[in-house]
């Protein structure tokens, strides 16, 4: 695919896996999902899902700067909490990060999520 290009940055965690950071296509960007690893120590971050899900967050900005792009390029987001009961205070911090023009989004519940996170987000942006 001529237009498909891979994305990789020093500034949010490596993939624990066989996937890419993320993928653009044209003026798309598929991100994979980040769940709440210090790109520096490469562990999760602890102390419960307030502090999860703002390293989470700030995993999705470096992403987003890599590409000189905003949360305002997001389109739309899927967050994968272990526990529904946690959907109030993850919306809480959401919100600081999407605070204008919050881009389209799904909240499902998971048995489990990599390295027994509490929080998982995948985002998809575009450019406009």
Known sequence: MQNKKI?????????????????????FFYFSG??????ISSKIVEGGIVPQTKQVLKNIDALLK???????NVIKTTVFLIDLNDFSTVNAEYATYFNTNPPARSCVQVCRLPLDSLVEIEIIACTY
């Not at 940055?9 to 066989?18: L, Q, Y």
């Open 7 to 27: 994305i990789a940055t020093n500034t949010a965690p490596k993939a624990i896996g066989p996937y890419s950071q993320g993928i653009q296509i044209n003026n």
């Open 34 to 39: 980040q769940i709440p690893l210090c790109p």
């Open 66 to 72: 890599s590409q000189n792009l905003t949360s305002e």
